[in-house]
């Protein structure tokens, strides 16, 4: 696994956690924060303020992107190892090409059917592709439900729940 794979899939893991925690946190205070009320984070009218997890989502979204536009369009001498890169992609194992190498392949629609049958061919892809798609629908499944499962299952408020879920 490289480095960037491995900064990845912590982040993958660390940023759900982190949320659940900070969503937790914000659950026990109510929706509107200026107005002292008589209700509890145990009374089932409660709404907690769980719009502050996106305005902070939002504003740490704007300070990563402010300084990834400041990248160039291309890096220098990236198309030399660009077209390395789509030369290596396209040869058969016996070594020749695929007439995708063609510069022409993939301007029309007709070679559609082609880059189907070509990307059908290719066991990592294929592989990849449905491992990602079963992983990617175990979590959203369990990141959506789980705090629920939690709350109705271990008679728990909404903010224990996602602390719970969080850790």
């Known amino acids: ?6 900064i990845f899939y912590t982040a993958a ?6 949320g659940y ?9 109510y929706t509107e924060i200026h107005l002292k ?8 009218l409660w709404v907690g303020a769980w719009w502050i997890g996106f305005l902070a989502g939002g504003a740490a979204a704007l300070l990563v992107a ?18 390395m890169r789509v030369s290596e992609a396209h040869q058969l194992k016996d070594g020749s090409h695929t007439t995708a190498a063609d510069p022409q392949f993939g ?4 070679d559609m059917p082609r880059s189907v049958l ?15 798609a079963t992983e990617a629908t175990l979590i959203a499944g369990m990141s959506t439900f789980g705090p ?20």
């Open 107 to 110: 301007k029309s629609v007709k």
């Open 37 to 44: 009320t008589e209700m509890t984070p145990d009374n089932p």
């Open 21 to 29: 925690l900070l969503g937790g946190y914000f659950l026990n205070m």
């Open 118 to 132: 070509l990307l059908l061919k290719n066991p990592p892809f294929l592989f990849l592709c449905l491992a990602g």
């Open 148 to 167: 629920k499962f939690l709350e109705s299952q271990f008679n728990l408020s909404a903010s224990e729940a996602a602390t719970l879920f969080g850790e």
């Open 13 to 18: 893991i660390v940023g759900p956690a982190a």
């Open 66 to 83: 402010f300084p990834i536009l400041g990248y160039p369009r291309q890096l220098p001498g990236s198309q030399e190892y660009v077209a």
């Open 1 to 6: 696994m490289s480095g960037a794979a491995g």
